[in-house]
């Protein structure tokens, strides 16, 4: 029940600043210069061809009436039309955001388990020669840009050694599947098309790796400092005395303690993974969520904009939501 | 339960690990000032590294393999590989340490009045940077950038204005532990006026988190500004910039041909790195001071 109400609270706390970033979006997309009406008209139109144009997309009314027409469409769930394909924001929105949850979540997950099992299996022998190696490995990735990282491996298991698919398009078009989520492995699944999945997991291999080393360096770090600090702390050298047995440590004093943790650095790290993606879709042309924003960033199309970075910043906030509720579930001293 | 831990560990032991960790710490610095210095220096001296100019373009070569008169290949322009290398580090560097800079010192100040003076004025600061802070940094670098169009200066602004925020929480959040500290009042009732509190006492001694943070912050920029380039909205060809030739070279990865993408990332890497390993020693150092 307290947590109910915490959730609630939060979510409240949320509509200021959605609010903000919404008004921030309209506001800054419009003041900044750029055109989306003379992208999508020829070099040969008139002044004409513009201004009717720009009223069929209600750019012709006065801010605030644009303002009031999308606040109001937002209420109902419509978020406006794309000024460059005519098409409804939403539903363009809907086929690309499965492609790259995939992407995230898959990576994420990957990289919430290796860092956990090295980052204790580090701390455990701090500054000897495994736990440098894991240290070095944590400083490399966070140290290298991940586009060119996702290269070399195209260029490792594409070009050299040919064991992956090229870097353009998320499954083999003869695999006829049948799209349903938009995640194609998720949905290669679902219509138990059997090569659909094996050519959709080989597809996914290299830019989820790419992801995972990205995502992995930073959560290696923080999982290998909070198991040190339990390490030293005075519960655990007491526990230790009292000659538990070393499973119990581990799993009953050190892991727990070590998790708990966890959830808000895996909010943190999705939030990296969701910017990260926008380099890695473009290096294996992933058609997905990113790719889409790129495009109506570049293009100035307003609705594709405002839609684009509302959803990922409520994503964003939801995750790190979700995340101190989990912390208040693993945590009993939270008080929420 | 105190003598628990001094059983375990007596002064002795205690004494020789952190004379380790310092050790290891300065190990850190000084491989990472070294990096950085090399890097710098071919940035310097480009010109006397490399017999091609940093957009020089030789007709007689477009994407050469490695070896002759080229010792990196060409790319699909005809420019020499090594020389645009060693070139981009002007550029690369130069953004990054000024835009890190510039979001040091407007985060610095924005944090300093508003955590000293509170109010309204706080209320607000502290709404706009949630507002920021509720996106991933890379998207809001990338978001700025393409509004603001690309261009040295436009870049620096972009690369400033997504960090700003972060210094401006951190040097809030020390300057209100700071304030109620009796020094402070000290400070006050001698007659100090507000800004002589600011700027003699609560300023040097809100910038410690900022040093380590700084050099991290730095290396994160490089990516950042690469990044955007490798998506064509930084810094774009002909103009010498790591980001940039990493973007134009990747199209020939698929064929094989590796030496336009190659080389052009590692410098990026090792040179982020230099400023990976330097944070690294100095937030050592920090905590070591802390214990």
Same mark, same amino acid.
């Given at each position: 029940?307290?947590?109910?109400?915490?959730?609630?609270?939060?979510?409240?706390?949320?509509?200021?600043?959605?609010?903000?970033?919404?008004?921030?979006?309209?506001?800054?997309?419009?003041?900044?210069?750029?055109?989306?009406?003379?992208?999508?008209?020829?070099?040969?139109?008139?002044?004409?061809?513009?201004?009717?144009?720009?009223?069929?997309?209600?750019?012709?009314?006065?801010?605030?009436?644009?303002?009031?027409?999308?606040?109001?469409?937002?209420?109902?769930?419509?978020?406006?039309?794309?000024?460059?394909?005519?098409?409804?924001?939403?539903?363009?929105?809907?086929?690309?955001?499965?492609?790259?949850?995939?992407?995230?979540?898959?990576?994420?997950?990957?990289?919430?388990?290796?860092?956990?099992?090295?980052?204790?299996?580090?701390?455990?022998?701090?500054?000897?020669?495994?736990?440098?190696?894991?240290?070095?490995?944590?400083?490399?990735?966070?140290?290298?840009?991940?586009?060119?990282?996702?290269?070399?491996?195209?260029?490792?298991?594409?070009?050299?050694?040919?064991?992956?698919?090229?870097?353009?398009?998320?499954?083999?078009?003869?695999?006829?599947?049948?799209?349903?989520?938009?995640?194609?492995?998720?949905?290669?699944?679902?219509?138990?098309?059997?090569?659909?999945?094996?050519?959709?997991?080989?597809?996914?291999?290299?830019?989820?790796?790419?992801?995972?080393?990205?995502?992995?360096?930073?959560?290696?770090?923080?999982?290998?400092?909070?198991?040190?600090?339990?390490?030293?702390?005075?519960?655990?050298?007491?526990?230790?005395?009292?000659?538990?047995?070393?499973?119990?440590?581990?799993?009953?004093?050190?892991?727990?303690?070590?998790?708990?943790?966890?959830?808000?650095?895996?909010?943190?790290?999705?939030?990296?993974?969701?910017?990260?993606?926008?380099?890695?879709?473009?290096?294996?042309?992933?058609?997905?969520?990113?790719?889409?924003?790129?495009?109506?960033?570049?293009?100035?199309?307003?609705?594709?904009?405002?839609?684009?970075?509302?959803?990922?910043?409520?994503?964003?906030?939801?995750?790190?939501?979700?995340?101190?509720?989990?912390?208040?579930?693993?945590?009993?001293?939270?008080?929420? | 339960?105190?003598?628990? %831990?001094?059983?375990?560990?007596?002064?002795?032991?205690?004494?020789?690990?952190?004379? %380790?960790?310092?050790?290891?710490?300065?190990?850190?610095?000084?491989?990472?000032?070294?990096?950085?210095?090399?890097?710098?220096?071919?940035?310097?001296?480009?010109?006397?590294?490399?017999?091609?100019?940093?957009?020089?373009?030789?007709?007689?070569?477009?994407?050469?393999?490695?070896?002759?008169?080229?010792?990196?290949?060409?790319?699909?322009?005809?420019?020499?590989?090594?020389?645009?290398?060693? *070139?981009?580090?002007?550029?690369?560097?130069?953004?990054?340490?000024?835009?890190?800079?510039?979001?040091?010192?407007?985060?610095?100040?924005?944090?300093?009045?508003?955590?000293?003076?509170?109010?309204?004025?706080?209320?607000?600061?502290?709404?706009?940077?949630?507002?920021?802070?509720?996106?991933?940094?890379?998207?809001?670098?990338?978001?700025?950038?393409?509004?603001?169009?690309?261009?040295?200066?436009?870049?620096?602004?972009?690369?400033?204005?997504?960090?700003?925020?972060? *210094?401006?929480?951190?040097?809030?959040?020390?300057?209100?532990?700071?304030?109620?500290?009796?020094?402070?009042?000290?400070?006050?009732?001698?007659?100090?006026?507000?800004?002589?509190?600011?700027?003699?006492?609560?300023?040097?001694?809100?910038?410690?988190?900022? %040093?380590?943070?700084?050099?991290?912050?730095?290396?994160?920029?490089?990516?950042?500004?690469?990044?955007?380039?490798?998506?064509?909205?930084?810094?774009?060809?002909?103009?010498?910039?790591?980001?940039?030739?990493?973007?134009?070279?990747?199209?020939?990865?698929?064929?094989?041909?590796?030496?336009?993408?190659?080389?052009?990332?590692?410098?990026?890497?090792?040179?982020?790195?230099?400023?990976?390993?330097?944070?690294?020693?100095?937030?050592?150092?920090?905590?070591?001071?802390? %214990?």
């Amino acid at each position: 029940m307290r947590i109910f109400r915490f959730v609630v609270r939060r979510l409240l706390q949320l509509i200021p600043v959605l609010l903000g970033v919404v008004v921030l979006t309209f506001l800054l997309v419009r003041v900044l210069p750029g055109d989306p009406i003379r992208s999508i008209l020829g070099q040969n139109a008139t002044e004409a061809d513009a201004a009717a144009a720009r009223a069929r997309f209600g750019l012709d009314q006065p801010l605030w009436r644009q303002f009031l027409d999308y606040l109001g469409g937002l209420v109902t769930g419509d978020f406006g039309t794309s000024i460059q394909s005519g098409a409804s924001v939403g539903g363009e929105m809907a086929l690309r955001i499965g492609p790259t949850l995939e992407l995230v979540v898959i990576a994420v997950s990957i990289a919430l388990v290796v860092a956990t099992v090295l980052g204790v299996w580090s701390a455990r022998r701090a500054n000897r020669l495994g736990d440098h190696g894991i240290r070095l490995f944590a400083l490399v990735g966070n140290s290298i840009p991940e586009f060119w990282l996702g290269l070399m491996l195209v260029l490792l298991g594409y070009s050299v050694l040919g064991w992956f698919p090229a870097p353009s398009g998320r499954v083999d078009p003869d695999a006829n599947l049948t799209p349903i989520t938009g995640a194609d492995l998720v949905d290669a699944v679902l219509t138990a098309n059997g090569p659909a999945i094996s050519s959709a997991a080989a597809h996914l291999v290299l830019p989820v790796l790419t992801l995972v080393v990205g995502v992995v360096a930073p959560l290696l770090r923080s999982v290998r400092a909070s198991a040190l600090e339990v390490l030293n702390s005075e519960a655990y050298a007491a526990a230790a005395a009292h000659g538990l047995p070393p499973r119990t440590l581990l799993h009953g004093y050190l892991m727990r303690s070590t998790l708990v943790r966890l959830p808000a650095l895996a909010a943190l790290v999705f939030g990296t993974a969701i910017g990260s993606t926008v380099l890695v879709e473009y290096v294996y042309s992933w058609q997905g969520f990113g790719q889409w924003a790129l495009r109506g960033l570049l293009y100035r199309d307003y609705p594709v904009v405002q839609a684009s970075v509302l959803v990922i910043a409520l994503c964003y906030v939801l995750v790190f939501l979700i995340a101190d509720v989990v912390h208040a579930i693993l945590d009993p001293r939270v008080r929420i | 339960m105190a003598d628990l %831990r001094a059983a375990g560990a007596t002064g002795a032991t205690a004494r020789v690990t952190r004379s %380790r960790d310092d050790r290891f710490a300065r190990l850190l610095i000084i491989t990472g000032a070294a990096i950085l210095a090399v890097v710098a220096m071919a940035a310097l001296a480009a010109p006397l590294l490399s017999s091609w100019g940093a957009t020089e373009i030789d007709p007689a070569a477009t994407l050469a393999a490695p070896g002759g008169a080229h010792p990196l290949g060409t790319d699909t322009n005809g420019m020499d590989v090594w020389s645009r290398v060693l *070139y981009a580090a002007r550029l690369d560097l130069g953004i990054a340490v000024a835009a890190v800079a510039l979001a040091v010192l407007v985060g610095t100040l924005l944090g300093l009045v508003a955590g000293y003076l509170g109010g309204w004025l706080d209320d607000v600061l502290m709404r706009v940077v949630d507002i920021f802070q509720a996106f991933p940094t890379f998207i809001l670098a990338l978001a700025v950038a393409a509004l603001l169009g690309n261009g040295t200066v436009n870049l620096i602004i972009t690369i400033a204005a997504v960090n700003a925020p972060a *210094y401006a929480r951190l040097v809030r959040a020390e300057v209100r532990t700071q304030r109620e500290l009796p020094f402070v009042d000290a400070a006050v009732t001698s007659g100090a006026s507000t800004v002589g509190v600011l700027w003699r006492h609560l300023l040097p001694n809100s910038l410690t988190p900022v %040093r380590v943070i700084a050099p991290l912050n730095c290396g994160w920029a490089m990516l950042t500004l690469a990044g955007l380039s490798f998506l064509g909205l930084g810094v774009s060809i002909p103009e010498a910039e790591w980001g940039a030739m990493i973007s134009l070279g990747a199209a020939d990865v698929v064929g094989g041909r590796w030496w336009t993408s190659v080389p052009p990332g590692l410098a990026l890497f090792v040179s982020v790195l230099g400023f990976s390993l330097l944070g690294e020693g100095l937030q050592e150092r920090a905590n070591a001071k802390r %214990r």
